[in-house]
């Protein structure tokens, strides 16, 4: 077949886990012998990121998203045209090339591109996040999760005091949004990476023609994988890693404040990423058994993976479906969460009884990552086959390409 992958979190200096998500799938395909073209943004520039983005393939620079902010954070109001005039932005792109491919799959943050590409291009997309529903794409709001479905209440998430008129302001562009989002998912083929997401949005618009929807599930290169905790060396004793961007969401501040002072002895915690809560972490919780390592490259985190005793993913949003929890399950990693968004689903994916420990607070989380950083295991031996790699789960995606 031939494909266009298409997304604007590419090219960028640090791939995150959509982009990573797009190139393992766009490597796998050529692998298996299709032609795969990657399509992105033109105003970044590929070359300087390409051996960090590590595409196979192919990449066109197809469209821009120079200003897209629209002054709504100046206005405290989100605009209704605007996601719709930057999905339009994308789809003349698409539609610029599509003659030339036998499907498009477009990965991204604005999941009503489908709705003004042709109705006669093979069009499939795959949701990520809780941006179907979601115009910050997180549902997470002054430090807790946000439940609430009212188009109204999405204004506190633009304003801190909206008020009436901006209240109905910003109603009206959700209103369009989800509209226009569940226009689109009737129309096209959408994959969801977990089945989580595919609810909440349904929760958000019961009325939805949700057909052409199916359920993938997120998914590792196991053969990369291999590779890279093959030359790691063993694992250490009472390491603990975390690993991700440093912000209020993912929880690195909530579970530092209630760790600190009690870890025990023989216990280190591996801080790797970056983001804006970085440095004030850094410096109100830094020592000898809190080590902030900063921003690593891919191969460098999977290494650290490797040779961690334990994995603890403590964010505080409901997370999609975590790559980092299926790399470290794949490892052999014991693997430490809350029970919330669509890491329940990863249970699956265990490699042996425990391995994945789900609670339900921050306390609880603390304490299985220090009770299983005390207990002795031992190294499992790496596995030639799992159901989480992408070589598996390709035969899914290319028989919707097909339907």
């Known amino acids: 077949m031939r494909i266009l992958m ?3 979190d590419i090219p960028a200096p640090q791939v995150g886990g959509l982009g990573k998500h797009v190139v393992t799938l766009a490597n796998a395909l050529i692998d298996a012998g299709h032609q ?6 033109n105003d970044c520039d590929y070359s300087a990121c390409a051996s960090e983005i590590g595409f196979k393939g192919h990449f066109i620079p197809g469209f821009d998203l120079a200003n897209a902010g629209w002054k709504e954070t100046q206005l405290g109001v989100f605009i209704a045209p605007k996601r719709p005039a930057l999905a339009k932005r994308i789809a003349r ?7 030339g491919y036998d499907v498009v799959h477009y990965h991204g943050h604005l999941p009503m591109v489908g709705r003004y590409v042709s109705g006669t291009i093979n069009f499939v997309q795959t949701r990520h996040d809780q941006g179907s529903e979601c115009l910050t794409h997180v549902r997470f709001v002054d430090g807790e999760v946000c439940d609430t479905t009212r188009p109204q209440d999405c204004a506190q998430c633009i304003h801190a005091n909206p008020g009436p008129f901006r209240q109905f302001i910003s ?23 977990s089945d989580f997401l595919r609810r909440q949005f349904v929760r958000a618009v019961p009325s939805a023609n949700m057909d052409k929807t199916h359920v993938v599930h997120n998914f590792i290169d196991l053969s990369r994988l291999l590779r890279l905790a093959g030359t790691s060396g063993t694992f250490e004793q009472g390491k603990i890693l975390l690993a991700g961007r440093i912000d209020q969401a993912k929880g690195f501040g909530a579970f530092l404040a209630e760790a600190t002072n009690r ?14 809560e970085k440095g004030v972490l850094e410096q109100q919780y830094a020592n000898d058994q809190i080590i902030f390592s900063g921003w690593q490259s891919y191969d460098s985190v999977i290494g650290m993976t490797a040779q961690s005793h334990v994995c603890v993913v403590p964010s505080i949003w409901q997370e999609p479906f975590g790559t980092t929890t299926l790399e470290a399950l794949a490892l052999g990693r014991p693997c430490i969460a809350l029970s919330r968004g669509g890491t329940p689903e990863l ?8 391995q994945l420990v789900l609670v339900q607070t921050m306390p609880e989380l603390v304490n299985a990552a ?10 499992m031996p790496l596995p030639d086959k799992l159901d989480m790699d992408v070589s598996v789960v ?7 390409y097909k339907r």
């Not at 109603?171 to 990476?193: M, P, Q, S």
């Not at 249970?347 to 425990?354: A, F, P």
């Not at 220090?370 to 190294?379: C, D």
């Open 171 to 193: 109603a009206t562009a959700v209103n369009r949004y989800r509209r226009e989002t569940a226009d689109t998912f009737a129309k096209c083929k959408t994959i969801f990476v």
């Open 394 to 400: 390709l035969d899914s995606i290319l028989e919707i």
């Open 36 to 41: 795969v073209h990657l399509m992105g943004r």
């Open 263 to 276: 870890i025990p002895q023989g216990v280190t915690l591996n801080i790797v990423g970056d983001g804006p």
């Open 6 to 8: 298409v997304s604007e």
């Open 370 to 379: 220090f009770a299983q950083a005390l207990q002795s295991t031992v190294a």
């Open 93 to 99: 792109a698409i539609t610029a090339r599509a003659s």
């Open 347 to 354: 249970i699956r994916y265990q490699r042996y009884e425990g």
